[in-house]
């Protein structure tokens, strides 16, 4: 079975670009959730989505959004990106809400 | 609030056992989780605890106690690869199904 996968890799954009991160979850699983990674904050739930709804969201500013479409793939978006917003964005996904979570290799982020 | 500590670094040699606490202090809980992240990859989940005890799989042990808000995960018969970071996460339901994440504690082995 083929894991998470996270699309683009790698994302170099400059400030008040915007920005659209793809993740496809495991097959089968419906919960997706998205948390940023930087060495100072370590790791931070952004939101999680389960069968298209918005369960849960983070402490982030509205610039973070996302969706999750019927096929369980989600896309997380920022807009007007600021240096802080470098990163490695994380997905992963689990079976049903509570289950155990299976992270993708991520997406690193730079804001130049 | 939501805190969960973990010490920031730890060393060790080829062959031992090291153990990596992780406290914390969250509104409410539903499960303690340990993950390994290599440098540059994703995390792996290893463990899940929700009930106090000990619980094995081949070299790595994970341990909860609930009323102290402490787990600690064991690692047996250290190899060079074991050289990761390790993070303690936490389910609280106030937070809904969210993880909150320690920030991690890098272990490095040498031989």
């Known amino acids: 079975k083929a894991g998470v996968t996270q699309t683009p890799r790698y994302l170099i954009k400059t400030r008040g670009q915007q920005v659209t991160l793809s993740c496809s979850p495991i097959s089968g699983h419906r919960s997706v959730s998205w948390y940023q990674q930087t060495p100072g904050q370590g790791l931070q739930f952004l939101f999680e989505y389960f069968s298209e709804t918005q369960r849960n969201k983070g402490n982030f500013p509205g610039r973070f959004s996302g969706r999750q479409f019927s096929n369980s793939r989600s896309e997380m978006n920022v807009s007007t990106l600021e240096l802080g917003d470098s990163a490695l964005y994380l997905c992963?996904?689990?079976?049903?809400?509570?289950?155990?979570?299976?992270f993708g290799p991520g997406t690193r982020l730079t804001v130049l | 609030g939501q805190n969960i500590d973990q010490p920031t670094e730890m060393t060790a040699t080829e062959g031992a056992i090291v153990q990596i606490n992780c406290t914390y202090q969250?509104?409410?809980?539903?499960?303690l989780f340990w993950y390994q992240q290599h440098a540059g990859e994703a995390p792996t989940f290893l463990s899940y605890n929700v009930l106090d005890g000990l619980e094995e799989k081949g070299r790595f042990s994970s341990f909860l106690s609930r009323s102290k808000g402490y787990s600690y995960l064991l690692l047996k018969e250290l190899q060079m690869k074991d050289s990761a970071s390790y993070l303690c996460a936490v389910r609280d339901p106030q937070a809904g199904t969210a993880l909150i994440f320690g920030k991690g504690t890098t272990l490095s082995v040498s031989s």
């Open positions: 992963a996904s689990s079976w049903k809400e509570n289950n155990e979570q299976f």
């Open positions: 969250t509104s409410g809980f539903n499960g």
